[in-house]
């Protein structure tokens, strides 16, 4: 069974320009997370999805960024416009269901360089 | 606020050795914590998870303990191998909204 896809692998864009990822998590898995990674640190909850509902965006910054989880199943993360401190890994997680107590499955992510 | 702070950067242990890795945690009272492994250029994988319930947990060379007292969680991994060589991620979670905090990360190196 294929695992969270993601894509792309890599993005380089010019600051205040858009960017946008995708990913398409495991099949029948109903919850989605986007996460934020900086070198040496940890992932950062960006948002995360209950089906096509999302029911935690506290730490997403909705003046730059959106996301949509059309139809439950894959999902896109948009930058609009990039800043130079975007610059980082996007990581897409999903499990079967959310409460947390399930494990979490990551795609490779995305890593992003501003210029 | 919430912290995790996991013990060190870099641990260099040497193979055939034990590998203990430590996530103190504060201002937290998490249901269960979770331990990952994550190696360069990859997503983080799913190695254990334990509740507040459990003193401890075991899946074939690796141990985790978990003490709601001292707020820490200790993973272990026997016999180190080259291959477990990799960044390891503690993961608190419970909260009101059901998700997790990651902490830094402890990037282990096994010689041989």
């Known amino acids: 069974e294929a695992g969270v896809v993601q894509s792309p692998r890599y993005k380089i864009i010019e600051k205040k320009q858009p960017v946008a990822f995708w990913c398409n998590p495991i099949?029948?898995?109903?919850?989605l997370y986007w996460y934020l990674q900086n070198l040496g640190q940890g992932p950062e909850l960006l948002i995360r999805?209950?089906?096509?509902?999302?029911?935690?965006d506290s730490q997403l910054p909705k003046d730059r960024f959106s996301a949509e989880r059309l139809k439950g199943v894959d999902s896109t993360l948009k930058i609009q416009p990039a800043e130079l401190g975007d610059s980082a890994v996007y990581l897409c997680?999903?499990?079967?269901?959310?409460?947390?107590?399930?494990?979490?499955?990551f795609g490779p992510g995305t890593r992003l360089t501003v210029l | 606020s919430q912290k995790i702070e996991q013990n060190s950067e870099a641990l260099n242990i040497q193979e055939g050795k034990t590998a203990t890795l430590t996530c103190n945690y504060t201002?937290?009272?998490?249901?269960?914590l979770q331990w990952y492994r994550q190696d360069p250029g990859r997503g983080p994988v799913f190695l254990l998870l334990?509740?507040?319930?459990?003193k401890e947990k075991r899946k074939e060379r690796l141990k985790v303990t978990f003490d709601t007292t001292l707020k820490q969680s200790l993973f272990h991994i026997t016999a180190s191998q080259p291959a477990d060589s990799a960044t390891y991620l503690c993961?608190?979670?419970?909260?009101?909204?059901?998700?997790?905090?990651f902490g830094k990360g402890t990037k282990l190196s096994v010689k041989p």
């Open positions: 201002n937290y009272s998490p249901a269960y």
């Open positions: 997680a999903s499990s079967s269901r959310g409460g947390g107590y399930n494990e979490q499955f």
């Open positions: 099949s029948g898995h109903n919850t």
């Open positions: 993961a608190l979670g419970g909260g009101s909204q059901g998700n997790l905090i």
């Open positions: 999805y209950e089906n096509e509902e999302a029911v935690d």
């Open positions: 334990i509740r507040e319930n459990e």
